[in-house]
């Protein structure tokens, strides 16, 4: 089946400008999370969704990051005024429920350049 | 606080040799331990966890960890390494305290010599 998609996969912005992010999760699966990978550092958590639950945004660096899921399904990673430390990578997983310590699912993610 | 520490950045191993990448951790409670590895250019994939039970796990691609609670190790080895092992390996870490995040290291790229 299908797995978890992003679009789009590379971009390239100007320091300044408003970038989104979009994550397609897998159907069916209730929990949705964004990470951030960048050169020589881990996954860094930004954001995790369950089904209608209050996000847990602890992981957001900075006011000029939100994230919303529409539907329970697909996912909006916003970025304004982006900076250059915030190119990356951002990483998009879903799984089937929380709870439980289940596999998540990773998309191919979104290389992000601010120039 | 949680962490996971990955100590090596970079790993070589000669085909066909046994390899080890090291994961240890730091968390409240129980924790749930995974391997995740990266192949250039594509996304995370699931390669094993250990939630309860037998201390070894064994995972895809016939990779294996041991999950070592004196030592809060979970090290990821393969007795006989191939080539198209080479890639970047991660160590995720959950707490099973409520929280729903998930701690990753570093990494470690392996690199497995022909």
């Known amino acids: 089946g299908a797995g978890v998609s992003q679009s789009p996969s590379n971009k390239v912005t100007e320091k300044g400008k408003d970038v989104e992010l979009r994550c397609d999760p897998i159907s069916g699966h209730t929990a949705l999370y964004w990470y951030r990978q960048s050169l020589g550092q881990g996954l860094e958590f930004l954001i995790y969704?369950?089904?209608?639950?209050?996000?847990?945004k602890s992981g957001l660096p900075s006011d000029r990051f939100s994230a919303e899921r529409t539907g329970g399904s697909v996912s909006t990673l916003t970025i304004q005024r982006t900076q250059q430390e915030d190119s990356a990578v951002y990483l998009c997983?879903?799984?089937?429920?929380?709870?439980?310590?289940?596999?998540?699912?990773f998309g191919p993610g979104t290389r992000l350049t601010v120039l | 606080a949680q962490s996971v520490a990955q100590p090596e950045d970079q790993v070589n191993v000669a085909e066909g040799n046994p390899l080890t990448v090291k994961c240890t951790y730091s968390?409240?409670?129980?924790?749930?331990l995974f391997w995740y590895v990266q192949y250039p250019n594509r996304g995370l994939q699931f390669l094993l966890k250990?939630?309860?039970?037998?201390?070894l796990v064994k995972g895809s691609y016939g990779f294996e960890a041991e999950f070592n609670k004196s030592q809060t190790s979970f090290h990821l080895k393969k007795p006989s390494a191939l080539v198209s092992d080479s890639a970047l390996y991660f160590c995720?870490?959950?707490?099973?305290?409520?929280?729903?995040?998930?701690?990753f290291g570093t990494g470690t790229r392996l690199k497995v010599l022909a």
């Open positions: 997983a879903s799984s089937t429920r929380s709870g439980g310590p289940d596999t998540q699912y």
């Open positions: 250990y939630i309860t039970g037998d201390n």
């Open positions: 995720a870490v959950r707490d099973n305290s409520g929280t729903y995040k998930y701690i």
């Open positions: 968390v409240s409670g129980n924790p749930y």
């Open positions: 969704f369950q089904g209608n639950s209050a996000p847990d």
